[in-house]
């Protein structure tokens, strides 16, 4: 299978991408720990699944992570992935709006890497989902683009200073998913355009070359990859999934 002997924790395990490579790690040999904010959802997601284990925890807290990582054990593979979108005119962008973003989608990768790493044995993993808004600009957007930034930079730095220990440091940069947070996107384009859900899904798609929407088992795929064997030289990368969108 693989991932045998592995532990793998992934943040934001209950919905969109973090429940599917919670499964799809699950499905390839590892022990999975998944976390998030809403117990109910993660147990959802471990139930009638030996492999996966739900816990509770804050990613932006940081005596929470510290916690989680008690609670989980060392692990082997840690996968950032929780995170949330807002959009606004950036003249309009509030302070706590700003600070929100920040939080979750880069501080809360600070404290999760900076936990498992302490932990973390020669071989380990360090994998941030981040996304296309970390690699280009985007309007509307501001806030979430900086803090992607700022997450494809934060590995590019980390990837450095672990080379010699034998753990990477990856970004996945996927385009917009199929998920849960891009349907919250589609309501906020109806909302302000008065676009039907197939015209806002659409308008989403077209950015993607290929006209669609990425898929989570496309990030899956790739998290597997780049925790596998064959991609130990792989480190310190923003890896595109897009279709091509530059």
């Known amino acids: 299978m693989g991932m045998e002997g592995r532990r793998v924790l992934i943040t934001g395990g209950g919905t969109g991408t973090g429940a599917d490579l919670a499964r799809g790690f699950a499905a390839a040999g590892a022990e999975v720990v998944i976390c998030g904010r809403r117990l109910d959802a993660l147990e959802e997601v471990a139930r ?61 990768v600070f404290l999760t890497f900076r936990a498992g790493l302490a932990q973390m044995g020669t071989g380990g993993r360090l994998i941030a989902v981040a996304s296309m808004a970390g690699l280009k600009g985007y309007g509307y957007v501001a806030p979430y683009a900086a803090a992607k930034h700022g997450v494809v930079g934060l590995c590019r730095s980390l990837a450095l200073e672990v080379a010699r220990k034998g753990i990477t440091v990856n970004a996945i940069c996927p385009g917009f998913l199929d998920t849960e947070m891009t349907d919250r996107s589609v309501a906020n384009i109806m909302g302000k355009t008065g676009k039907s859900r197939d015209e806002a899904v659409a308008a989403l798609a077209a950015m993607n070359p290929q006209g669609r929407l990425i898929a989570p088992a496309e990030v899956t795929a790739t998290a597997l990859w780049l925790a596998g064997p064959g991609a130990e030289g792989v480190n310190g990368q923003a890896i595109a999934i897009s279709g091509g969108e530059a």
Not at 56 to 74: I, R
Not at 79 to 86: E, H, K, L, Q, V
């Open 48 to 108: 009638g699944n030996g492999r996966i284990r739900a816990l509770a925890a804050d990613v932006t807290d940081e005596g929470s992570v510290a916690a989680l990582f008690a609670a989980a054990g060392p692990c082997d593979i840690v996968i950032a992935n929780a995170g949330a979108a807002d959009s606004a005119p950036f003249g309009r962008t509030t302070l706590a709006q700003w600070q929100a973003m920040i939080a979750v989608n880069l501080t809360g």
